[in-house]
Protein backbone atom coordinates (compact mmCIF):
# COMPACT_ATOMS: atom_id res chain seq x y z
CA UNK A 1 0.00 0.00 0.00
CA UNK A 2 1.29 3.03 -0.86
CA UNK A 3 0.97 5.98 1.44
CA UNK A 4 3.18 9.72 2.57
CA UNK A 5 6.26 9.74 4.65
CA UNK A 6 4.12 10.22 7.63
CA UNK A 7 0.04 9.68 7.96
CA UNK A 8 -0.03 10.76 11.67
CA UNK A 9 -2.40 13.69 11.17
CA UNK A 10 -4.26 11.10 8.48
CA UNK A 11 -4.49 8.55 11.06
CA UNK A 12 -6.05 10.60 14.04
CA UNK A 13 -8.38 12.22 11.26
CA UNK A 14 -9.84 9.00 10.08
CA UNK A 15 -9.94 7.73 13.93
CA UNK A 16 -12.08 10.46 14.88
CA UNK A 17 -14.09 10.48 11.43
CA UNK A 18 -14.79 6.13 12.08
CA UNK A 19 -15.83 7.38 15.66
CA UNK A 20 -18.19 9.73 14.32
CA UNK A 21 -19.86 8.60 10.93
CA UNK A 22 -22.93 7.37 10.78
CA UNK A 23 -23.63 4.25 8.54
CA UNK A 24 -25.32 4.80 5.11
CA UNK A 25 -29.00 3.82 5.08
CA UNK A 26 -29.71 1.00 3.27
CA UNK A 27 -31.53 2.58 -0.27
CA UNK A 28 -31.53 0.10 -2.83
CA UNK A 29 -33.19 -3.59 -2.83
CA UNK A 30 -31.69 -6.49 -4.63
CA UNK A 31 -34.36 -9.00 -5.95
CA UNK A 32 -31.78 -11.21 -6.88
CA UNK A 33 -31.12 -11.96 -3.55
CA UNK A 34 -34.24 -10.48 -1.67
CA UNK A 35 -31.78 -8.25 0.45
CA UNK A 36 -31.82 -4.15 0.90
CA UNK A 37 -28.34 -2.69 0.12
CA UNK A 38 -26.55 1.29 0.66
CA UNK A 39 -25.89 2.51 -3.34
CA UNK A 40 -22.50 3.95 -3.82
CA UNK A 41 -24.66 7.51 -3.21
CA UNK A 42 -25.92 6.13 -0.24
CA UNK A 43 -21.89 5.49 0.71
CA UNK A 44 -20.58 8.91 -0.53
CA UNK A 45 -23.35 10.74 1.52
CA UNK A 46 -22.55 8.92 4.60
CA UNK A 47 -18.72 9.84 3.96
CA UNK A 48 -18.57 13.17 3.24
CA UNK A 49 -20.80 14.54 5.38
CA UNK A 50 -18.63 13.73 7.90
CA UNK A 51 -14.99 13.56 6.55
CA UNK A 52 -15.04 17.31 5.96
CA UNK A 53 -15.03 17.96 9.73
CA UNK A 54 -11.51 16.17 9.89
CA UNK A 55 -10.05 17.29 6.63
CA UNK A 56 -10.12 14.01 4.87
CA UNK A 57 -11.21 13.93 1.43
CA UNK A 58 -10.74 10.70 -1.17
CA UNK A 59 -10.70 10.69 -5.04
CA UNK A 60 -10.87 7.42 -6.99
CA UNK A 61 -9.47 6.54 -10.68
CA UNK A 62 -11.11 3.77 -12.83
CA UNK A 63 -8.02 1.47 -14.08
CA UNK A 64 -8.06 -1.25 -16.77
CA UNK A 65 -5.69 -4.25 -16.88
CA UNK A 66 -6.41 -6.37 -20.08
CA UNK A 67 -9.83 -7.80 -19.80
CA UNK A 68 -10.44 -6.37 -15.91
CA UNK A 69 -11.56 -2.86 -14.57
CA UNK A 70 -10.36 -1.70 -11.31
CA UNK A 71 -10.64 1.01 -9.30
CA UNK A 72 -8.10 2.99 -7.04
CA UNK A 73 -9.04 4.91 -4.05
CA UNK A 74 -7.07 7.06 -2.36
CA UNK A 75 -7.79 9.51 1.06
CA UNK A 76 -6.51 12.47 1.48
CA UNK A 77 -5.77 15.08 4.57
CA UNK A 78 -5.51 18.37 4.58
CA UNK A 79 -2.24 17.99 6.27
CA UNK A 80 -0.72 16.41 2.41
CA UNK A 81 -0.79 12.81 4.05
CA UNK A 82 -2.48 10.32 1.98
CA UNK A 83 -2.86 6.16 2.06
CA UNK A 84 -3.32 4.75 -1.36
CA UNK A 85 -5.94 1.82 -1.39
CA UNK A 86 -4.94 -1.24 -2.87
CA UNK A 87 -6.94 -1.26 -6.37
CA UNK A 88 -9.36 -3.52 -6.39
CA UNK A 89 -10.46 -6.02 -10.20
CA UNK A 90 -13.60 -7.23 -11.60
CA UNK A 91 -14.48 -8.25 -15.17
CA UNK A 92 -17.39 -6.95 -16.74
CA UNK A 93 -19.61 -9.69 -18.17
CA UNK A 94 -20.76 -7.64 -21.08
CA UNK A 95 -18.82 -5.23 -23.62
CA UNK A 96 -20.77 -2.66 -23.21
CA UNK A 97 -21.17 1.04 -21.57
CA UNK A 98 -23.93 0.21 -18.96
CA UNK A 99 -22.06 -3.10 -17.90
CA UNK A 100 -18.95 -1.22 -17.54
CA UNK A 101 -20.39 1.99 -15.54
CA UNK A 102 -22.42 -0.23 -13.49
CA UNK A 103 -19.00 -2.12 -12.33
CA UNK A 104 -16.84 0.46 -11.95
CA UNK A 105 -19.96 1.60 -9.50
CA UNK A 106 -19.54 -1.77 -7.74
CA UNK A 107 -16.20 -1.45 -7.08
CA UNK A 108 -15.97 2.35 -6.06
CA UNK A 109 -18.82 1.44 -3.56
CA UNK A 110 -16.85 -1.61 -2.26
CA UNK A 111 -13.29 0.07 -1.93
CA UNK A 112 -14.60 3.70 -0.07
CA UNK A 113 -16.04 0.95 2.39
CA UNK A 114 -13.15 -0.86 2.79
CA UNK A 115 -10.23 2.33 3.46
CA UNK A 116 -13.18 3.73 5.35
CA UNK A 117 -14.52 1.43 8.08
CA UNK A 118 -18.33 1.25 6.09
CA UNK A 119 -20.53 -1.46 6.47
CA UNK A 120 -20.71 -3.30 2.87
CA UNK A 121 -23.74 -4.65 1.83
CA UNK A 122 -24.20 -6.65 -1.02
CA UNK A 123 -24.97 -4.22 -4.41
CA UNK A 124 -27.39 -4.51 -7.21
CA UNK A 125 -24.58 -3.12 -9.70
CA UNK A 126 -22.75 -6.85 -8.85
CA UNK A 127 -25.59 -8.45 -10.70
CA UNK A 128 -26.15 -6.07 -13.77
CA UNK A 129 -22.27 -5.91 -14.32
CA UNK A 130 -21.26 -9.49 -13.67
CA UNK A 131 -24.50 -11.54 -14.81
CA UNK A 132 -22.80 -14.55 -12.21
CA UNK A 133 -23.54 -18.15 -14.13
CA UNK A 134 -23.85 -20.77 -12.00
CA UNK A 135 -22.36 -24.03 -12.67
CA UNK A 136 -24.46 -26.70 -12.28
CA UNK A 137 -22.41 -30.11 -12.80
CA UNK A 138 -20.37 -29.01 -10.27
CA UNK A 139 -19.65 -32.38 -8.05
CA UNK A 140 -20.68 -32.08 -4.56
CA UNK A 141 -17.55 -30.99 -1.86
CA UNK A 142 -15.98 -34.20 -0.39
CA UNK A 143 -15.00 -33.31 2.55
CA UNK A 144 -16.22 -30.82 5.51
CA UNK A 145 -17.81 -27.99 3.66
CA UNK A 146 -19.79 -24.97 5.85
CA UNK A 147 -21.33 -24.58 2.70
CA UNK A 148 -23.33 -28.21 1.64
CA UNK A 149 -24.01 -27.62 -2.14
CA UNK A 150 -27.72 -26.93 -2.20
CA UNK A 151 -29.76 -29.51 -4.63
CA UNK A 152 -28.62 -27.38 -7.93
CA UNK A 153 -24.84 -28.66 -7.28
CA UNK A 154 -24.28 -24.83 -6.79
CA UNK A 155 -22.39 -23.27 -3.74
CA UNK A 156 -24.45 -20.38 -1.28
CA UNK A 157 -23.58 -17.05 -2.13
CA UNK A 158 -21.31 -16.23 1.64
CA UNK A 159 -22.24 -12.67 2.79
CA UNK A 160 -18.96 -11.72 4.95
CA UNK A 161 -15.20 -12.17 4.30
CA UNK A 162 -15.60 -14.98 7.45
CA UNK A 163 -17.90 -17.37 5.36
CA UNK A 164 -15.95 -16.65 2.42
CA UNK A 165 -13.20 -18.23 3.87
CA UNK A 166 -14.41 -21.04 4.42
CA UNK A 167 -16.07 -21.99 1.18
CA UNK A 168 -14.41 -25.15 0.12
CA UNK A 169 -13.43 -26.50 -3.48
CA UNK A 170 -15.71 -28.79 -4.93
CA UNK A 171 -13.41 -29.10 -8.33
CA UNK A 172 -10.70 -28.14 -10.30
CA UNK A 173 -6.59 -28.27 -9.03
CA UNK A 174 -7.40 -27.06 -5.43
CA UNK A 175 -10.50 -29.45 -4.68
CA UNK A 176 -10.65 -29.76 -0.75
CA UNK A 177 -8.70 -26.79 -0.34
CA UNK A 178 -10.28 -23.59 0.94
CA UNK A 179 -10.94 -20.35 -0.67
CA UNK A 180 -9.03 -18.76 1.86
CA UNK A 181 -6.06 -21.56 1.59
CA UNK A 182 -5.92 -20.75 -2.40
CA UNK A 183 -6.46 -17.12 -1.84
CA UNK A 184 -2.95 -17.03 -0.03
CA UNK A 185 -1.30 -19.54 -1.66
CA UNK A 186 -2.11 -19.25 -5.46
CA UNK A 187 -2.94 -15.78 -6.41
CA UNK A 188 -3.09 -16.53 -10.52
CA UNK A 189 -5.31 -19.32 -9.89
CA UNK A 190 -7.89 -16.63 -8.14
CA UNK A 191 -6.87 -14.11 -10.86
CA UNK A 192 -8.19 -16.82 -13.10
CA UNK A 193 -11.19 -17.29 -11.30
CA UNK A 194 -12.17 -13.28 -11.52
CA UNK A 195 -11.56 -13.17 -15.41
CA UNK A 196 -13.71 -16.81 -15.82
CA UNK A 197 -17.34 -16.35 -17.20
CA UNK A 198 -18.12 -20.17 -16.02
CA UNK A 199 -16.67 -19.27 -11.38
CA UNK A 200 -19.30 -20.24 -9.65
CA UNK A 201 -21.31 -16.85 -8.08
CA UNK A 202 -20.55 -17.87 -4.77
CA UNK A 203 -17.03 -18.45 -5.40
CA UNK A 204 -16.92 -14.80 -6.98
CA UNK A 205 -18.61 -13.24 -4.68
CA UNK A 206 -16.20 -14.14 -2.19
CA UNK A 207 -13.02 -13.37 -3.35
CA UNK A 208 -14.43 -9.88 -3.75
CA UNK A 209 -15.30 -10.05 0.03
CA UNK A 210 -11.86 -11.25 0.97
CA UNK A 211 -10.17 -8.62 -1.39
CA UNK A 212 -12.02 -6.18 0.45
CA UNK A 213 -11.64 -7.40 3.68
CA UNK A 214 -7.67 -7.13 3.15
CA UNK A 215 -7.91 -3.93 1.65
CA UNK A 216 -9.53 -3.20 4.87
CA UNK A 217 -7.02 -4.78 7.30
CA UNK A 218 -4.44 -3.43 5.11
CA UNK A 219 -5.78 0.26 5.65
CA UNK A 220 -6.32 -0.14 9.35
CA UNK A 221 -2.51 -1.36 9.66
CA UNK A 222 -1.29 1.59 7.66
CA UNK A 223 -3.10 3.76 10.29
CA UNK A 224 -1.55 3.12 13.19
CA UNK A 225 1.75 3.14 11.90
Do not use: C
Request: no cysteine.
Amino acid sequence: MNKSDSIIELAKALSKFQGEVKQPKKGGYNPHFKSHFSTLDDVVKSITETAHKFGLSFMQFPVNEGDLVGVKTIVLHESGEFIEGETIYAKPMQNNPQALGSVVSYLKRYSLSAIFGIVADEDDDSNSAMDFNKQNNAPSTPSKPPYKAPSNNTLEVPKTAEEAAKIVFPFGKHVGKTLKEIFISDKSYIKWLVESEKTDPAIFEGIQLMQVAVAQANAAKASQQ
